[in-house]
């Protein structure tokens, strides 16, 4: 079983020897590595270029990251897919996870793994993402980890790859669409990634909250004809108080 994992980057030549360095040291899987770069002028291809055939660099132009991310796919061989942006980075093991996963499950569900988000001075906090359903999606109640998050091929080309539009939550739109043509989602007890947070991160920046939230408003209204409402917002209410009640049961350490 082949895993493909594409890495897309602009001018993120600071953080990206990590970023491939915790990829291409993973044992335990067959691996290819795609690494997009849309035209970086800090040194980035250069860094690429240097790794020889460990990996397969699309140096072409592109519209944004989905469309990065698309073209970086059309060149995949998998059997099933993940994507590492070029500031976080993968834990040892990870992939030798997802193998065993995959190995075990049909192509109609994709998994998530447990991780950590990290800042400037190392700090690390962990993430605990949710099962996805379009419930929990749709009514914003989703922990959505996207760098520990893997799935089949053959999903990814039923969905139609990445919606080039969407500028701020790709990664969002393309996991509802697994789960609106049928597909499942697990969550494996398992640390699988490092998101990193930093004043030049999306997130980490917020300079597209706005922007962030009011597609996500797009996709509720494409997907269920109408807009969000009173309920939609109680019922995101409930489904978050439902998602943080096991880990207030936990007992204290």
Known sequence: ??????????????????????????????????????????????????????????????????????RGFARATGDVYGFINSDDYLLPGALAAVTDFFRKHPTNVFMTGHGFSEVDSGARTRVYPNVLTKSVMLHRADILFQQSTFFPAELYRSAGGFNVRNGTCWDYEIFLKFLLAGATHQVIERDLAVFRLHQGSISGSGRLEERYFGDLDNIFEATLGRRRGALDRLRTFLLRALRELPRRLLPRP
């Open 1 to 70: 079983m082949k895993i493909s994992i594409v890495t897309i980057s602009f001018n993120q030549c600071e953080f990206l020897r990590d970023c491939i360095d915790s990829i291409l040291s993973q044992e335990g899987c067959e691996l290819e590595y795609i690494v997009v770069d849309p035209g970086s002028t800090d040194g980035s291809r250069a860094l690429i270029a240097s790794y020889g055939d460990r990996i397969v660099p699309v140096f072409e132009p592109d519209d944004g990251p989905a469309d990065g991310l698309n």
